[in-house]
């Protein structure tokens, strides 16, 4: 397995360097020619992903699990949306991010340059390959992909269409890699390939991402694990807080920054409560709430009692923990307790509230009267990313093409020496 | 131990809160009072030092080596006066780094915030506990020193005058800590000090650096190691890259910056090498070449054949390894295999050759026609460092206080729903 790995990424180091030195212009064509060959393959494409489906019934994998694996006519319609418009973003690579001329007359500027090779290990969403293939060759890196075992099939499809369009452009097929052994060993591997591997970043669940953090050598960027709270401070308005809450819970409750628990404040509850628990009845989203909430809640609700363990739990689905708090101090103790450092929101009208809350949570985003669902690459306005960072080193929040990149510093002398 | 570095670690994380919160005049007066009081207790750290210096001798520590760990009372003015500079800096935290309002009306802003927790692993260096120290309170970050036995007396005499500087400016003694046990358990605790420290920041040597790379749990930004090599073309100017070489291999050989290796193009060896030998022979230099270059020297040259093992060797003093290329493609392949991607030098006339060179070789810094030794902090323009990032994630050179920071996105909604 080692030497597997070990020939992966030396074919993905060298193809890395081809990369790295290509101009932008090229880089983008290779995507467009990318996005092209997934059409023409297509047909190839679409059986695989039948056979990873057909394997999933076999293996009665959750429906919902089996849904987010299948790949339709529209939905390769919207992964080729993706990687065109990746193509068309700026380039981020050879930048001049600073620099200038010294008193010694040695002009020293600050680059942005690729990063190298980049390992994404993913789970069973098919489409993460393309998308992290667009954004890591969009930035001159060469990617290893490692996906699940479940989506083994239309990973390969769609990796030989990539490569395909890749070498149309005279840029080298191996910038684009699938590391089609799905065992264990082959992530742990990846994780070891240290001066082979300049970045792992893992994209999944709780579990993986725990599992790269205590085995990998190389450096890693954590992504996706979201334990969101939202706080309803007794100056809340208390439809715009439940509005927050509905949509942060219920929109799209599998991803990463959709809501978990809410924390409110003793005061408002009594009057929040009740409301909010019939708004989220509809759905209908289950509670587990704290000895205070269940107090105020009527018997027809769909409740139960939180154990410790709901109050780290990312649910991923429709359920949400409910704790009553004494204040701010109680809220953000709680948070730090419990939080992942990914999307926490305070609802109020108190400024000063508000203030200390984005001063003090220490978390990627931190909100003031806003859904948590606003987390995201193209929501805050910085186009595709491949994650949320919730580590604090290199990248936090949504890691687009810019934190794809590392820098050099070139010096342009005319003979200084140092003094 | 592990309790002993969960108990610190708490205390650390509890204090950052503290710091994190503080406004940037408080942490500059407290590094001003810091300043102050390794003043006022200079006799108990120098009688410490003095105690660290007898059991160095009683040990027979080579005398470069006591040479780095004595303080003298101009050395103790020289850090204070680092102390001081620091102070001085422009505030790293709380800078607005981006952001803008979305079409929804959403404002969302990139802030600078401190990492939290640093630890610093370090060796016989007791100037490095104030300088990390000070870096750290700076930037907003609570900091966990681990020297090296041989200064352990001195570190703790220095950490209780810097830990009195702190409080007596209201902020927390806790922000800086000392981790008294200098076994290797200590280090290897610190290293898996998963959500204690936020980061860890090895300064030594290649074992320091290669153990933390291969224990640690943490995220680290590994600086130091530096195997710099410098690429004679064939049309460099000779006086230029005799001079370059002599500077950058024997201003301060024990540095990271500093010359190991010259390549040197088959054309102009014959005229350079035995130039460049009698210039280096008056400190005196020991060259170990490759078979090319023994046949252009002359008998009374302090020389011998090159080991495969030099190549990739910090010689940290004045030895240096000179190989003949057969051209670029051959220099920056030797750079490829036995670099650390520390700094990298091409002398050259040859615009193509010098673009080629910036752009193609994979280092922190690629200079044309310039010492290596430059790669600094201060002789690039940015301040103070706690050392040189050879790593691509977060921070790649001189590692400043703009790189002991992390960012959250603050959001100001007035109720937003994610539709």
Wanted: proline content about 4%.
């Amino acid at each position: 397995m080692r030497e597997m790995i070990q020939k992966i990424g030396g074919q993905a180091q060298e193809a890395s360097r081809t990369l790295a030195a290509s101009n932008g212009q090229r880089r983008g064509a290779a995507l467009r020619a990318m996005a092209q060959a997934l059409q023409t393959h297509e047909t190839e494409i679409l059986a695989a992903n039948t056979a990873d489906i057909r394997r999933a019934a076999e293996n009665a994998m959750r429906p919902a699990l089996q849904d987010r694996l299948r790949l339709t006519a529209a939905r390769m319609e919207d992964i080729r949306t993706a990687v065109l418009k990746i193509a068309g973003e700026a380039d981020p690579i050879g930048r001049i991010l600073g620099g200038g001329v010294r008193p010694n007359g040695l002009r020293v500027e600050r680059v942005s340059v690729p990063l190298g090779v980049i390992a994404v290990i993913f789970e069973a969403r098919p489409n993460v390959a393309a998308d992290a293939a667009a954004l890591c060759v969009k930035s001159g890196n060469a990617v290893i992909l490692r996906g699940g075992k479940e989506a083994v099939e239309s990973n390969k499809a769609i990796v030989a269409a990539l490569r395909e369009g890749l070498t149309q452009t005279g840029l080298p097929a191996d910038g684009v890699q699938l590391v089609a052994d799905t065992t264990r060993q082959s992530a742990e591997a990846l994780m070891q390939a240290v001066g082979l591997v300049d970045v792992l970043i893992p994209r999944g669940g709780a579990g993986l991402i725990r599992a790269v953090v205590e085995q990998a050598r190389v450096p890693v960027i954590e992504t996706g694990a979201g334990v969101c709270h939202a706080y309803i401070d007794a100056q809340a308005e208390l439809a715009m807080a439940v509005a927050i809450v509905e949509n942060a819970k219920t929109t799209r409750p599998s991803v990463c920054n959709a809501l978990e628990t809410v924390l409110i404040h003793r005061e408002i509850a009594p009057m929040l409560l009740p409301a909010l628990a019939r708004r989220l009845g509809v759905y209908p989203v289950e509670l587990r709430c704290d000895e205070a909430a269940l107090a105020l809640l009527p018997g027809d609700v769909n409740v139960r009692p939180a154990e410790e363990e709901d109050w780290a739990t990312e649910y991923g689905g429709l359920t949400m923990s409910v704790r009553i708090v004494d204040g701010m101090e109680n809220a953000m103790a709680h948070i730090r307790k419990y939080g992942t450092k990914h999307s926490e929101c305070i609802v109020t009208r108190d400024y000063a509230a508000a203030q200390r809350f984005l001063r003090e949570v220490d978390a990627a985003a931190v909100y003031v009267n806003a859904s948590t669902r606003f987390t995201d690459g193209g929501e805050f306005g910085y186009g595709a990313e491949i994650g949320i960072s919730t580590q604090k080193l290199h990248a936090r929040g949504p890691l687009g093409l810019a934190h794809l990149t590392s820098e050099k510093y070139m010096v342009y002398g005319e003979g200084q020496i140092r003094t």
